[in-house]
């Protein structure tokens, strides 16, 4: 399979489309990142496997936890025969000044409507311990 240079910045541009999506709050715009039959696994960060769209903005609405601010980095596209990967990191504000990271492992399809997230897993790297000293060495 070959993506071009268009469908590079369009995949890039999804991490940043989805965590403006949550922080505003703005469920409608998840359906412009996940397919219809999208899986979210978010068992890596404590959470639930999420199926279908109408399954992950209903969680995202009603049961999650959401960080602060989303912002999103290392983004890189790998793409195979017949498959495209997107992998990007999270830096999440938690509040109190706390900070947390995790990886989205994504599976991306192009559709009709564009590049869209069909299968997404997050796992968590480390969550700052309100009890915990600042170790800069870590």
């Known amino acids: ?11 890039h541009e999804l991490p940043g489309r989805y965590g403006d999506a949550i922080d505003d709050r703005n ?8 397919t219809d039959d999208a899986v ?11 199926e279908g769209l109408d399954d992950i903005v209903h969680f995202m609405n009603v049961e ?15 793409v195979a025969e017949d498959t495209v ?8 504000l938690l509040g109190k000044g706390f900070v947390g990271t995790a990886s989205y492992y994504d599976h991306v399809v192009k559709t009709a409507d564009g590049w869209r997230v069909k299968h997404r897993e ?17």
Do not use: Q
């Open 64 to 78: 999650a936890a959401h960080p602060k601010t989303h912002m999103m980095t290392n983004i890189y596209v790998d």
């Open 85 to 92: 990967t997107m992998n990007f990191r999270i830096v999440a």
């Open 122 to 138: 997050c796992m968590i790297h480390r969550r700052d311990k309100l009890d915990a000293p600042c170790d800069d060495n870590e």
């Open 40 to 50: 979210f696994d978010l068992t890596g960060v404590g959470s639930r496997r999420l």
């Open 1 to 11: 399979m070959d993506i071009d240079l268009a469908d590079r910045l369009e995949l």
């Open 27 to 34: 469920w409608d715009r998840l359906r412009r990142i996940f």
